[in-house]
């Protein structure tokens, strides 16, 4: 019977315990990983042109406390940003989104040295192909020379020959 | 003292106008008394600089705060070290300084009289922009203006620039950028006077090299003053002002480069001439930079309307410079034969597409936000995670090919020249990556990126040993001697091999600490402690304390590693009386594998305070990469036997 008694508050107890400590898991503790990555892709926005996770003022204060705020709320990174985004424009983002006109900055890097790489390659081949007709030039007038050389030879030879 | 020194502007303003039409007026008449002249005049800008450059450290370091200058960026608490240092805290006298140098220069350059024709012309080319800087200075932001009363107290210099790295770095900055201007005079002047053989590249070696170490310190001391003054445990945000000096650097690295090819095979000299020029506008522009206030930056002067006369100076030096290579074009060109793709001469042309695919990406980022306004009506950011993304892949590139140009040999490398010279480096890397791999390394980007810095390694010092042990064969010499001898004979190649080393330990240095670096902010109370993976730090205190006339608020910390004591730890808030916002000085504690970095980020009524504890890997080696860097161009530079270039190449030799 006394048993029977304290097993109703026990299992009471036992619940609000679990209940408690079950809420900050999901209403107060924060993952740090998460905050970190939001941080490092929000900037201070109080002109001072700082990632917000190298920041230290009072502005970067503010907007910390408001992501631990929201994620302790069980709201995700994309939420988070998305409040952001909503309340300050895309300029709190440490890099301009890709999509639409922005996404001129993620590709034009590329495509200039893309471009680049294909003119060295053009021009290279060009001039590799030079040097090989410079000496297929060279090879077919080395025999010419030789034979230009031994007339020359032979014209003094028959020359020598005559003051023998 | 003011007045003297402004009348020595104005005076200056003159006589560079006189020394660029003497010069180029008696060369064109054939007139040397009149050269003569002119170049007296030289002589004598870079003396009034002088004298008004000590016009001004003398009213700094007596605060004469009647004069602006003095009253903006001293105060009479101000340490002498700093008073002096204010020389270049603000617009009027960092401009000074950029005169100064670059009429000491000037005078240098016109007294050493290298190649007698090209002297006249080189040397008014930079006296036009000692003629810009005077004009600024006389006329648009007199560092000796009066403010016509005597304040009994200066406003006091910004706290964040009394910094050691503070004060060298404008000053090697400086010297970097300025040192630019002297090859590209004398490039712009090789096309005026038609002389376009790679003379003014011989000549001009020394100050493009010394110029590029003193941009590679100066990029240097600002990211060690970032690191230790601005207290957000990075030293490099790829703020506007930081990559304004960072994108010549890139640019001044590819010229370095491709002037060997010139040297040896008589190519690439449109793209050379064309190279020094973008990299000396890019130095213009960077200034552009600064001075506007057109970018949001935490390095940058403010406001002014000195961006504007910037703008179109580097715009009229834009036009007249590619105007005159356009013109100039039929002479430019060289020699067209590369025997083949796989070359020493290919794997230079691929690493300047790479290093000024990285200027350009970086270039392009930081004015992306006035392209993003000018299309969209709204000015996006572009930061850390941009230029991480972007300029991350190019690195590895980079660092690859470093790794791979050593290893080609010069015209054409056979299969077993490819065989025999990357066996040793390939089978290093690959037995790094699986040791480091074993060891714990796990992280994708991390393990290739050391794995190349592994291979750079193997390869440079496998080539270093190949040479020590052809010397040994063949002179019978010990292998210290061989290896001594061998260094010193050929100091312009192992001096670059040495400044590779030095990037390489410095690339390290920037790969450890993004990838393995550890965050932890956590608000103590008396006594308690925070774990940082092997650091356990302890709050014991927090107190007011004085610094000079400063007050200071500072968190005692007691810091272990592994159980055993580091010391007492204080980082602390500094309270100027001159300035709204405190200044974090943080606490650091450093090793050859990681600084312990401190910030006291604020405290409570309470006595409660709120640390943040970053763990930053191999952040010594950037340090220590950076100086082998400077020793290597030191060495490369040193004069004498072997400083001079390989053989030059030519057909069937």
């Known amino acids: 019977m006394v048993k029977k008694f304290l097993k109703i508050p026990l299992a009471i107890i036992l619940g609000a315990a679990l209940i408690l400590s079950a809420v900050p898991a999901w209403a107060g503790q924060v993952d740090m990983k998460v905050q970190k990555e939001i941080e490092d892709s929000l900037v201070c926005q109080d002109n001072c042109g700082m990632i917000l996770s190298s920041c230290e003022n009072q502005t970067a204060e503010y907007m910390r406390k408001i992501i631990v705020d929201r994620l302790s709320r069980g709201q995700s990174k994309e939420q988070v940003m998305?409040?952001?985004?909503?309340?300050?424009?895309?300029?709190?983002?440490?890099?301009?989104?890709?999509?639409?006109f922005n996404i001129t900055a993620w590709v034009t890097p590329f495509i200039v040295i893309l471009a680049g790489g294909l003119l060295i390659y053009f021009v290279l081949d060009k001039w590799v192909l030079y040097a090989k007709l410079e000496k297929m030039d060279r090879e077919s007038e080395e025999p010419k020379k030789h034979a230009d050389l031994s007339e020359y030879e032979d014209r003094l030879e028959d020359e020598l020959k005559k003051y023998r | 003292m003011a007045d003297i020194g402004y009348i020595s502007l104005v005076i200056g303003f003159v006589l560079s106008l006189y020394a660029i039409v003497g010069q180029l007026a008696g060369q064109k008449l054939g007139n040397r008394n009149l050269i003569k002249s002119a170049k007296g005049a030289v002589l004598a800008v870079a003396i009034l600089?002088?004298?008004?450059?000590?016009?001004?450290?003398?009213?700094?370091?007596?605060?004469?705060?009647?004069?602006?200058?003095?009253?903006?960026?001293?105060s009479t608490d101000?340490?002498?070290?700093?008073?002096?240092?204010?020389?270049?805290?603000?617009?009027?006298?960092?401009?000074?300084?950029w005169l100064w140098v670059l009429a000491i220069y000037t005078a240098i350059v016109t007294y050493s009289d290298k190649i007698d024709e090209l002297t006249p012309c080189v040397s008014s080319i930079l006296m036009g922009n000692a003629l810009f800087f005077l004009f600024i200075l006389a006329f648009v932001t007199n560092p000796f203006e009066k403010l016509g009363y005597m304040p009994a107290e200066g406003q006091g210099m910004n706290p964040m620039l009394q910094n050691f790295g503070m004060v060298i770095h404008p000053v090697t900055t400086y010297l970097g950028y300025v040192g630019f201007a002297v090859p590209f005079a004398f490039a712009m002047a090789a096309l005026m006077t038609k002389n376009t053989d790679d003379r003014w590249i011989k000549i001009t070696r020394k100050w493009t090299i010394l110029a590029w170490m003193f941009l590679t310190l100066g990029n240097l001391y600002g990211a060690q003053w970032a690191y230790v003054e601005l207290g957000w445990g990075g030293y490099w945000a790829w703020d506007p002002v930081e990559n304004a000096s960072f994108i010549p650097w890139l640019t001044g690295s590819a010229f370095l480069h491709s002037v060997m090819i010139q040297e040896r095979k008589n190519m690439l000299k449109t793209w050379n001439v064309s190279l020094?020029?973008?990299?000396?506008?890019?130095?213009?522009?960077?200034?552009?930079?600064?001075?506007?206030?057109?970018?949001?930056?935490?390095?940058?002067?403010?406001?002014?309307?000195?961006?504007?006369?910037?703008?179109?100076?580097?715009?009229?030096?834009?036009?007249?410079s590619f105007w005159l290579i356009?013109?100039?074009?039929?002479?430019?060109?060289?020699?067209?034969?590369?025997?083949?793709?796989?070359?020493?001469?290919?794997?230079?042309?691929?690493?300047?597409?790479?290093?000024?695919?990285?200027?350009?990406?970086?270039?392009?980022?930081?004015?992306?936000?006035?392209?993003?306004e000018l299309f969209t009506g709204s000015r996006p950011t572009v930061s850390i995670p941009y230029f991480d993304k972007v300029n991350a892949p190019l690195g590895l590139l980079m660092i690859l090919l470093m790794g791979i140009c050593p290893l080609i040999a010069w015209r054409k490398s056979s299969g077993k020249n490819l065989r025999d010279n990357f066996l040793v480096p390939l089978a290093g890397a690959v037995i790094f990556a699986v040791i480091a791999y074993v060891l714990g390394l796990r992280k994708i980007y991390a393990l290739a990126a050391f794995t190349a810095v592994a291979f750079v390694v193997v390869s440079t010092l496998s080539e270093v040993a190949k040479g020590t042990l052809v010397r040994m064969r063949m002179t019978g010499e010990n292998p210290v001697a061989a290896l001594g001898r061998l260094l010193v004979r050929n100091r312009r190649r192992y001096g670059g091999y040495i400044i590779h080393l030095g990037l390489i330990m410095l690339?390290?240095?920037?790969?450890?600490?993004?990838?393995?670096?550890?965050?932890?902010?956590?608000?103590?109370?008396?006594?308690?402690?925070?774990?940082?993976?092997?650091?356990?730090?302890?709050?014991r205190n927090l107190a007011e304390g004085k610094d000079g006339k400063n007050d200071t608020v500072y968190a005692d910390v007691a810091a272990a590693k592994n159980g055993q004591p580091l010391g007492l730890l204080q980082p602390k808030k500094v309270y100027y009386p001159t300035h709204p916002q405190p200044a974090t000085e943080v606490a650091i504690r450093g090793s050859l594998s990681q600084d312990l970095y401190l910030i006291l980020a604020g405290w409570e009524n309470d006595g409660r305070a709120t640390l943040k504890v970053l763990i930053n890997p191999l952040v010594a080696w950037l340090w220590i990469g950076g100086y082998v860097m400077v020793a290597g161009t030191v060495f490369a530079l040193w004069p004498g036997r072997g400083a001079d270039v390989g053989p030059k190449y030519t057909r069937g030799v």
């Open chain 1, 82 to 100: 998305g409040y952001f985004v909503s309340i300050y424009g895309d300029k709190v983002l440490a890099a301009p989104p890709a999509k639409g």
């Open chain 2, 49 to 74: 600089a002088t004298v008004a450059s000590l016009a001004l450290i003398y009213l700094l370091v007596t605060g004469d705060f009647s004069v602006k200058y003095v009253y903006d960026y001293t």
């Open chain 2, 78 to 97: 101000l340490p002498l070290f700093y008073k002096f240092a204010a020389f270049w805290a603000g617009n009027g006298g960092s401009l000074l300084l």
């Open chain 2, 276 to 320: 020094i020029t973008i990299t000396y506008l890019l130095t213009l522009f960077g200034t552009f930079l600064v001075r506007s206030g057109i970018l949001t930056s935490v390095h940058a002067f403010g406001n002014s309307n000195l961006g504007m006369f910037f703008l179109v100076f580097t715009g009229l030096v834009f036009v007249a």
């Open chain 2, 326 to 372: 356009a013109d100039r074009l039929p002479m430019l060109k060289g020699s067209r034969e590369f025997e083949s793709f796989v070359s020493k001469e290919s794997s230079f042309l691929l690493n300047n597409l790479i290093l000024v695919g990285i200027a350009f990406t970086t270039f392009f980022g930081t004015i992306y936000p006035l392209i993003g």
């Open chain 2, 507 to 539: 690339l390290a240095g920037i790969i450890g600490s993004h990838t393995y670096n550890r965050v932890e902010q956590k608000t103590l109370r008396l006594g308690e402690t925070i774990r940082v993976e092997d650091y356990s730090l302890t709050y």
